[in-house]
């Protein structure tokens, strides 16, 4: 009988909950920076201070910038969350040519249907969904 490996089950399950971990980690610095880069209250100065500690005493950093800064971490993420659903907003409405009028609206399904690219069913749907 071949032996394939002699790793027992319990170094298996060690070896799944330290890789976990070890991601569980880089999500949390990764975290730390983006936050740390999306403040604009802290001077570049201080934005490589906080790297620099992050890269040489990783643990202590992560822990004291979660004690120092934690509170406006949460603040910033929901207003950087803001600003870039205004922005996709801004570019749906763009993109859609919407945000006229239901009277512009209407004129442009006429034209449409005068130009026979709507179906007279199609026409009274989608009127219907603008009048309403």
Do not use: C, N
């Not at 170094?11 to 604009?40: C, K, N, S, T």
């Not at 979660?66 to 993420?77: C, H, W």
């Amino acid at each position: 009988m071949v032996v394939l490996a002699d790793v027992s089950f319990g170094q298996v399950l060690l070896a799944v909950l330290e890789v976990f971990l070890f991601a569980a980690w880089l999500m949390i610095l990764f975290v730390i920076i983006g936050d740390l880069f999306r403040d604009h209250e802290v001077s570049g100065w201080g934005k490589a201070f906080w790297v620099v500690f992050l890269i040489f005493v990783p643990f202590l950093a992560a822990l004291v910038y979660l004690i120092a800064r934690g509170d406006g971490m949460r603040e910033r993420a929901v207003t950087a969350h803001h600003e870039q659903q205004k922005q996709l907003d801004a570019y749906i409405r763009q993109t859609a040519g919407s945000g006229g009028t239901p009277a512009d609206e209407l004129t442009k399904l006429a034209k449409l249907h005068d130009d026979h690219k709507l179906s007279d069913e199609e026409f009274e749907r989608a009127k219907s969904k603008i009048v309403a």
